[in-house]
């Protein structure tokens, strides 16, 4: 899957794209499966909420073959390699289910600044490619992003809670003073999200009864591999095998098997 000229402009422009329709409803209802099969199970790379809901399954293409399958597909590595231009390898994977109710918020943050301070990561070559597991709305903890927020770089802040990297309130503050500096990514189940690594993103909880699940890939440049991690492997990979692209009928192919 190739990104058209206007796409790539959108991409530069906002620091995010959503492409619709990327995955069959059948791809879906497979990967849906896989991820309630495996955020039923307890184990140390499953985090979950204060009520014990799932929060985020990490590295979860490590043990599921579902997921192994999913992580080379061309829909997925192509467009980031055309953007990115270099070989990839695979940072981090997990699954963030942001279930019916329960779901909690994720405050305003930048991806890459806990991918470079926390991980060693040398350069902002790394970014996020996501499938929306079901239609995803602004009332049900749609990603929302500061349209352009990519361009002012690596936003420098400390650990908080849970020794995540939020942002401090006042670059928030400096950043969004009308609501007309947010914008909303939703999509039907089966589209795709892409965000580079320093778009300023957060989301709200999930009070109504429509589920949010999200499956997300974060692609590295083989060159930029990082060079000091802290956190757990599951978390931050240490292997940085490239990804040969496979094309989409292998995926389809296989979630056909499984659903016969």
Same mark, same amino acid.
């Given at each position: 899957m190739e990104l058209t000229q206007s796409q790539i402009d959108q991409y530069n422009d906002a620091g995010y794209l959503v492409l619709p329709d990327v995955f069959s409803a059948e791809e879906v209802?497979?990967?849906?499966?896989?991820?309630?099969?495996?955020?039923?199970?307890?184990?140390?790379? $499953?985090?979950?909420e204060k009520s014990g809901a799932p929060r985020t399954a990490f590295g979860?293409?490590? #043990?599921?073959?579902?997921?192994?399958?999913?992580?080379?597909?061309?829909?997925?590595?192509?467009?980031?390699?055309?953007? $990115?231009?270099?070989?990839? #390898?695979?940072?981090? =994977?997990k699954v963030n289910p942001k279930v019916a109710f329960d779901g909690d918020n994720f405050p305003w943050h930048q991806d890459f600044v806990t991918w470079h301070e926390d991980d060693g990561m040398p350069e902002a070559r790394a970014m996020n490619i996501a499938i929306f597991l079901d239609d995803v709305f602004t009332t049900n903890g749609a990603l929302?992003?500061?349209?352009?927020?990519?361009?002012?770089?690596?936003?420098?802040?400390?650990?908080?809670?849970?020794?995540?990297?939020?942002?401090?309130?006042?670059?928030?503050?400096a950043m969004i003073t009308t609501g007309s500096d947010i914008e909303?990514?939703?999509?039907?189940?089966?589209?795709?999200?892409? =965000?580079?690594?320093?778009?300023?993103?957060?989301?709200?909880?999930?009070?109504?009864?429509?589920?949010?699940? $999200?499956? #997300?890939?974060t692609y590295s440049a083989?060159?930029?591999?990082?060079?000091?991690?802290?956190?757990?492997?599951? $978390?931050?990979h240490q292997t940085f095998e490239p990804v040969h692209a496979t094309p989409p009928a292998a995926f389809a192919e296989y979630a056909e098997s499984l659903r016969t």
């Open positions: 209802e497979v990967l849906r499966h896989e991820a309630a099969e495996i955020t039923r199970e307890h184990r140390p790379e $499953i985090w979950r979860c293409h490590k #043990y599921s073959e579902v997921f192994r399958t999913l992580s080379s597909d061309e829909r997925l590595v192509a467009p980031v390699e055309q953007l $990115i231009g270099e070989t990839l #390898y695979i940072h981090q =994977f929302m992003f500061v349209p352009g927020s990519h361009k002012r770089g690596m936003i420098p802040t400390t650990p908080k809670e849970n020794n995540r990297r939020w942002m401090d309130l006042a670059d928030v503050e909303v990514a939703t999509g039907r189940a089966g589209s795709v999200l892409m =965000f580079h690594g320093n778009s300023v993103h957060g989301s709200a909880g999930n009070m109504t009864p429509l589920p949010r699940r $999200i499956v #997300y890939v083989v060159s930029n591999a990082i060079q000091r991690p802290t956190r757990p492997e599951f $978390i931050a």
